[in-house]
């Protein structure tokens, strides 16, 4: 009987001892200070898919400590056939900004939607690809720049999409930054979108 | 049949197998920035003046030599082109930031009031804005700080991350000695008595 005891007793000791270990291991866990930071790609995860013949919805996963601000989104189309509208999110959680007066944020997710017009009855292209940008900060009191993700959808599919790689992904800017070796405009750093 | 105290007893053995590899993994996987506050390693080490105040998120491999730092120009709110080389025999504090950037916004009165208690002493805030001329002109006239801002809504993070800010996290502050040296640089809030001490233990002789 005794012996019973002691091993429940070891037993729930480890228990104790994973649970600590796997908070120390940050599994999860809001960043606590900027050298936790997530890159952009993973802090603001965005998936997108055809609701209907005219919408398109993004889904975006914000990871814990982050938000999103609700009029930071944008979206183009990068096809021609087609035609974006104006972006709809809905009300976020609401504060007072010193510049901006009444701003709006997204925690854990949002699901924003896209409205999209094909140009010509006749034409048969369905595939269209839109740039979408979005910004977002971390609780620990920084900020992301916008965050741009290029996302191909076919018209008529129902099939969730995730981001490929920007389209200007690596080209230079018009920045006035020389490099160390040559001062001059011409190796430039990639545009922010 | 399993006995009960023979299933606990493999089930406590395999929980302790599990911390104990749980622990060694955060050991191993814990940068060593994190695991000694660098906030603290930047002003009580007596060569501050040459302490690099880095966070993990800035890249080691930054290009943040002189030459490049007095070559950058950038066009401020009237239209013109001011060379950071205009500032070689100062102490430049460069803060990058945005007006989409709440906690950028946040400390930039810390570092006005700072101009002003500093600018005798050859001390010379800029602050490079990741954002459009119109929303940095607006903010400088509802908000004004004392010190330059030049808006470069393509090349401030571009710049930023030459300086060693490998995400482009905003905001990120880097004072640069007289002759272009970094002895300071910051990802996120400074703290302003810290903040202080930096910029008394690197003023220009």
């Known amino acids: ?193 | 049949m399993i006995r009960p105290k023979l299933a606990i007893a493999m089930a406590a053995a395999l929980m302790f197998l599990l911390a104990a590899v749980a622990i060694t993994i955060s050991y191993v996987t814990t940068p060593k920035s994190k695991q000694v506050k660098l906030e603290a390693v930047g002003i009580a080490n007596t060569q501050a003046a040459r302490t690099r105040e880095h966070s993990a998120s800035a890249d080691a491999s930054t290009d943040a030599t002189p030459g490049v730092i007095y070559a950058a120009s950038f066009t401020d709110l009237d239209g013109k082109s001011q060379s950071l080389g205009q500032w070689q025999k100062k102490l430049l504090v460069i803060n990058f930031w945005a007006t989409w950037c709440a906690p950028c916004k946040e400390e930039m009165p810390i570092f006005a009031k700072l101009q002003q208690n500093f600018v005798s002493s050859g001390v010379q805030f800029i602050g490079i804005a990741a954002d459009s001329k119109l929303n940095v002109a607006n903010f400088a006239q509802r908000s004004p700080v004392g010190y330059p801002l030049y808006p470069d809504e393509s090349g401030a993070i571009a710049f930023s991350k030459r300086l060693g800010n490998r995400l482009g996290l905003l905001p990120h502050t880097v004072v640069v000695a007289p002759g272009g040296e970094v002895v300071y640089t910051k990802l996120g809030l400074v703290v302003e008595d810290d903040f202080v001490a930096i910029l008394r233990q690197n003023l220009p002789k």
């Open chain 1, 1 to 193: 009987m005794f012996r019973l005891r002691v091993f429940k007793l070891f037993f729930l000791l480890s228990v104790l001892l994973v649970l600590v270990s796997l908070t120390s291991l940050n599994i999860g866990a809001a960043p606590s200070t900027a050298d936790d930071l997530l890159p952009a790609e993973d802090a603001f995860k965005v998936s997108a898919r055809f609701k209907d013949a005219k919408t398109i919805e993004l889904n975006y996963q914000i990871a814990d400590g982050y938000y999103m601000y609700r009029k930071r989104f944008r979206a183009a189309s990068e096809t021609p056939q087609f035609k974006t509208g104006k972006i709809a999110a809905p009300i976020g959680l609401v504060k007072q900004d010193a510049t901006f007066g009444r701003v709006e944020t997204y925690r854990k997710s949002v699901r924003v939607l896209l409205p999209v017009t094909k140009l010509g009855v006749k034409s048969d292209d369905k595939m269209i690809k839109v740039a979408v940008t979005s910004q977002g900060c971390a609780d620990v009191g920084v900020c992301y720049p916008p965050l741009r993700h290029d996302l191909v959808l076919q018209l008529g599919s129902g099939d969730v999409v995730t981001p490929t790689l920007p389209a200007d992904a690596g080209k230079p800017s018009s920045s006035q930054m020389p490099t160390a070796s040559t001062p001059s405009i011409a190796d430039m750093v990639k545009k922010a979108p």
